[in-house]
């Protein structure tokens, strides 16, 4: 079981009349739609467990990059109760989706895209790219990990009034 093969999956449900995505694992075994409030399946690959968890965890910590920086932007973004808001267009899941799919095939560059994910966490990968600290495959890899960060929805801004200090 430890390196069994599962299914890593991106699909869109709806819960109590609340629309998501989610991006998990299921045991090949069983049919993801199973599941009665998943609507539609839209990735679906056959990997091991092991290199399921380790895809799943970079494409969750991609989202909440996105999702984090679309926030302390002030942008409206829902927060669904289970998975991820359809404010996110499901074109962005899926070339996060796919990118991180793709970049486990190859352990060096998986490893150097993990590292400036994690960078990209707490700063812009924009500035590294262009002071000309990145060379190489880091800066060909930086660019394309701030490519999957650029989405801005066309919903409002939140304009915050600050509170006043004494409450």
Known sequence: ?????????????????????????????????????????????????????????????????????????????????????????????????DFWLDIYKNQEDWEACLGLLKVRKRISLRNLIESESLKGNSKKWATKIETLHTYVPCSLRIDKLNDPMWE
């Open 1 to 97: 079981m430890e390196n069994s093969p599962q299914y890593l999956f991106l699909a869109s449900g709806v819960n109590n009349g609340e629309g998501f995505w989610i991006v998990g694992i299921k045991n090949c075994d069983e049919n993801i739609l199973e599941d009665e409030i998943l609507l539609d399946c839209h990735r679906k690959e056959l990997i091991g467990n092991e290199s399921a968890k380790d895809i799943l965890l970079a494409i969750n910590l991609n989202v909440n990059n996105l999702l984090n920086e679309l926030r302390n932007k002030n942008y409206l973004i829902g927060s669904p109760s289970i998975g991820i808001s359809f404010d996110i267009p499901l074109e962005i899941l899926e070339n996060i989706f």
